[in-house]
């Protein structure tokens, strides 16, 4: 597929190649990301998401493939506010008042969003007065989303946005990129919380190892990585069978064993003894997030998903 296929997607990113020395961070990246969606990029630390962001914020360039925002360059498109970005680090300027800074960064855009709209919006309106160093961190987080909005933005990128806040925080934080994903605005977020892809994105990008290794609903995602395998001893049926059966997401088989990834393991252990009465030596684990992301890394991928083979 090549980026003139498509109508404009909110973000391209076509087979994306990016290391540092001899770490390898993107390995074969491909992205496309449509106006409106509200898309988790989930993956375990390591996983090359903030590779990702710096890439569509265009602080950095890939080493090779194509990245573009908007139908365009990143920075470009930074520059212009049409592209409103938080980094998963990152201080305000000391003592300002939270309105002088959000009206200092609106003032280096071309079409600001009006000063007061952006602090309503992001509920630090009742902070605007307020010294930066001053703040709790789920209200610098806040402002520095307001920074990240006052360029009135098609697209906003947030990297680990909630990482240190803690649950009211959190929870503050989530309403107001609620209010500002339902305004129509595409939004990306960078997490490694399941949880929060679960509860918060319309679509999961699952990265591992600087390659995407799932990509769906939050259900989908969840039915491969997240939920209960059931590990049997059954010889000779065909894994196209045992995918049909309710509650079975994958199947994969190894030997005499067959390992079902299920979205619902009650329904799919009944089914299995009922029809399979020989399977024996069954095991049900909860699937852990981290164990999935190397599982699906590792089945997926052959030597194009080592990252080591690509140096
Ligand atoms: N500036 C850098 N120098 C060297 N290695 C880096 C640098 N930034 C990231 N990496 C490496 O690239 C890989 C992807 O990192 P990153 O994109 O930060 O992942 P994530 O945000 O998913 O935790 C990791 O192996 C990381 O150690
Ligand atoms: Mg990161």
Not at 33 to 41: K, N, R, S, Y
Not at 215 to 228: A, C, I, K, L, S
């Amino acid at each position: 597929m090549r980026a003139e296929e498509v109508k404009c997607p909110a973000v391209w990113i076509g087979g994306v190649e990016k290391s540092y020395g001899r770490v390898t961070a993107l390995s074969g990246l491909d992205l496309a990301i449509f106006p409106g969606e509200t898309v988790a990029l989930l993956g375990p630390n390591g996983a090359g998401k903030s590779t990702t962001i710096d890439l569509l914020l265009g602080l950095s360039r890939p080493d090779a493939g194509e990245v573009r925002v908007l139908g365009e360059a990143p920075a470009e498109m930074v520059a212009a506010g049409r592209v409103g970005g938080m980094l998963q680090t990152g201080q305000l300027i000391r003592h300002l008042r939270v309105r002088e800074l959000v009206s200092m960064v609106a003032s280096l855009y071309p079409r600001p969003r009006p000063v007061d709209e952006v602090l309503e919006l992001t509920a630090t309106a009742s902070i605007a007065g307020r010294d930066t160093t001053k703040l709790s961190g789920g209200q610098t987080q806040r402002v520095r989303l307001a920074l990240g909005l006052v360029g009135d933005p098609d697209l906003l990128v947030l990297d680990e946005p909630t990482a240190a806040l803690d649950v009211e925080g959190r929870r503050e934080l989530w309403a107001v990129l609620r209010a500002v994903s339902s305004s129509g605005t595409t939004v990306l977020f960078a997490t490694h919380y399941l949880e929060e892809a679960d509860e918060h994105a319309d679509r999961v990008v699952l990265l591992a190892a600087g390659r995407v290794v799932a990509d769906g609903t939050p259900n989908e995602v969840r039915g491969v990585v997240g939920g209960r395998r059931i590990r049997a001893n059954l010889p000779g049926v065909d894994s196209d069978e045992l995918a049909g059966l309710a509650g079975v997401a994958a199947v994969e088989r190894r030997g005499d064993a067959v390992v079902l990834s299920c979205t619902g393991s009650d329904a799919a252990l009944r089914l299995l003894l009922a029809r399979y009465p020989t399977a024996c030596d069954i095991e049900v684990t909860a699937a852990r997030l981290e164990e999935a992301f190397v599982e699906l890394t590792g089945a997926g991928a052959g030597a194009a998903g080592d990252p080591g083979a690509r140096r």
